[in-house]
């Protein structure tokens, strides 16, 4: 069984920045990905972004990439989300989950999750 602890979100100002971690525990090495969505009240779960643990192939929602960086460290079992140039409309709870599909952008396609971070954006 595999853990995840999301931690980094807050109160931030439109235009500031953000970094949010997701550390992982238990049995990761059946891993191939590790992404994060958001969602935000009344609307669905969204996918944000994806990494590969092991090539560090990545992939984006499109209107977010160029704002948002995902990376990892293998050595720390840790995904980071990094947030720049926030928007109110970013505001929303972070998920961070775990996969064994290669690069994945849909929900079904994850198998463990966390338990999210609130990220609020003040304009």
């Known amino acids: 069984q595999v853990q995840l602890v999301e931690s980094g979100g807050g109160l931030v100002q439109a235009g500031g920045s953000l970094r949010l971690s997701c550390a992982a525990s238990g049995r990761t090495a059946s891993w191939y990905s590790a992404g994060w969505f958001r969602q935000a009240p009344g609307k669905e779960r969204e996918f944000v972004a994806v990494?590969?643990?092991?090539?560090?192939?990545?992939n984006y929602e499109d209107f977010l990439k160029g704002r948002f960086t995902i990376s990892r460290d293998n050595s720390e079992n840790t995904v980071y989300l990094t947030m720049n140039s926030l928007k109110p409309e970013d505001t929303a709870v972070y998920y961070c989950?775990?996969?064994?599909?290669?690069?994945?952008?849909?929900?079904?396609?994850?198998?463990?999750w966390g338990q999210g971070t609130q990220v609020t954006v003040s304009s």
């Open positions: 990494i590969n643990w092991r090539s560090g192939n990545t």
């Open positions: 989950a775990g996969s064994r599909f290669s690069l994945p952008r849909t929900r079904n396609m994850y198998e463990t």
